[in-house]
């Protein structure tokens, strides 16, 4: 038997047709965990939250995708690059931590700032395999925020933020839900 070899065209036209709601859905979840710390503890245990919730997003959402249908564990799908380059992103979110840990050291409060800018930036390629522009919506969205935010509310930046973010998921994941909805 042999196999069906697909074009990176048609490849990412099946990519485009997925839902694409486990890992949004994670991100709200991590970062309503956050923001309810936040509201809720010392900076200094917030710091933690924001540390392990960021961090398991990616484990989250493996978990959430066999709910949403997406199952991002299914070893029968046949593969496909664009899931490949969206695992890329992921990898290059956590990256982003070797910026953040640095600034951390130095002041601890602009965790919010660095981990929330930098690991949107993943949404950007997004809306390019997608062709549809929810990716920079979110990305530029949340990018201009959390950057207003840190400046208008100093004091409160491991609050308002992750509000922020969170705000920008719930805008992300109504927007992909309807998008094929005006195929």
């Known amino acids: 038997m042999t196999a069906i070899t697909r074009t990176l065209e048609q490849q990412k036209e099946?990519?485009?047709?997925?839902k694409l709601l486990a890992s949004p859905i994670a991100g709200l979840i991590a970062w309503s965990a956050v923001a309810v710390s936040g509201l809720f503890f010392p900076d200094k245990?917030?710091?933690?939250?924001?540390?392990?919730?960021?961090g398991s997003i990616v484990y989250l959402a493996m978990g959430i995708s066999k709910f949403t249908g997406e199952d991002y564990l299914d070893k029968n799908k046949p593969k496909n690059t664009f899931d490949t380059l969206f695992f890329f992103t992921v990898t290059q979110a956590i990256l982003v931590y070797s910026i953040a840990i640095p600034f951390f050291i130095?002041?601890?409060?602009?965790?919010?700032?660095?981990?929330?800018?930098?690991?949107?930036?993943m949404w950007v390629p997004l809306s390019w395999?997608?062709?549809?522009?929810v990716g920079l919506f979110h990305a530029i969205t949340r990018t201009i925020s959390i950057l207003a935010l840190w400046y208008l509310f100093p004091t409160h930046r491991f609050v308002s933020i992750p509000l922020a973010i969170v705000v920008i998921y719930a805008a992300s994941i109504f927007i992909l839900v309807n998008r094929n909805s005006k195929r």
């Open 106 to 121: 130095e002041n601890y409060t602009s965790l919010p700032l660095t981990v929330g800018i930098l690991t949107g930036l």
């Open 45 to 54: 245990i917030t710091v933690w939250v924001l540390f392990i919730a960021t």
């Open 129 to 133: 395999i997608i062709d549809h522009w």
């Open 14 to 18: 099946e990519f485009k047709q997925k």
